[in-house]
């Protein structure tokens, strides 16, 4: 079965400051990545996701995100923060031919930003 | 596209009391997931439907669960005899298609978070 770890619960950075949240992941085969983000008291948004291909994908609201097979990973990043980013982000993973129901999702990583 | 829409978006209920949830989809998606999220976790996956027919219900969805799509459009999802364990968000998605179609992306309503006192 996959599993999904964020290591980080909470980050701080500073408006304007590059961003990047850690996701890593445990599946023997090809995974299916996705990132999401969370505002309180909100449902959870698409902002990225891997399926095949580049390895370095591109999103909304300027993140991006890049696998690497080598280390088990789909981090997050943006290079210039902005205040309304301040949310939840969760790292999930799916496998070849399930569906949504067994994409795993990460604990997430609260990220604050400081004006 | 008007969104996936929750009612309602909070209940406080008693322990012991039965509460009753209701999603919406977007019109057009067959199928329609629910989630269940505790504070400081990501969703946790409970059941979801394709159309009207439940395909796969979670080991986390006890007897007092039971969730309906009985037209395959809106959904409820019904707790009966409340405990304080079950305080969280429930969170409701849909989607128009299978996974991993890259056109089928999963919606997500904005919760209904529950409180049992």
């Known amino acids: 079965a996959q599993s999904v770890t964020q290591p980080d619960i909470h980050i701080t950075v500073s408006e304007g400051a590059s961003l990047e949240l850690r996701c890593n992941y445990s599946y023997g085969a090809t995974p299916y990545l996705f990132w999401y983000v969370q505002s309180p008291g909100q449902g959870l948004q698409l902002l990225l996701k891997?399926?095949?291909?580049?390895?370095l994908v591109q999103g909304i609201k300027g993140f991006e995100a890049e696998f690497k097979r080598s280390q088990s990973s789909f981090n997050l990043r943006k290079p210039s923060v902005h205040w309304s980013d301040a949310a939840e982000y969760f790292c999930a993973v799916g496998t070849e031919k399930t569906s949504y129901d067994k994409v795993i999702f990460g604990p997430g990583t609260s990220l604050s930003v400081i004006p | 596209d008007t969104g996936v829409s929750q009612n309602p978006r909070h209940k406080i209920t008693k322990r012991g009391q039965n509460v009753t949830f209701r999603c919406d989809p977007i019109?057009?998606?067959?199928?329609l997931y629910w989630y269940r999220q505790t504070l400081g976790q990501g969703p946790e996956f409970l059941t979801y439907f394709q159309n009207e027919a439940q395909l796969e219900k979670s080991r986390l969805l006890s007897d007092r669960f039971s969730a309906e799509r009985p037209k395959g459009s809106f959904s409820t999802l019904e707790i009966q005899r409340t405990e304080q364990g079950d305080s969280a968000m429930y969170l409701c998605?849909?989607?128009?298609?299978?996974?991993?179609?890259?056109?089928?992306?999963?919606?997500f309503g904005n919760g209904t978070r529950l409180t049992v006192t």
């Open positions: 998605a849909s989607s128009p298609g299978t996974f991993p179609n890259n056109n089928s992306p999963l919606h």
């Open positions: 891997y399926f095949s291909g580049d390895t």
């Open positions: 019109s057009e998606h067959n199928r």
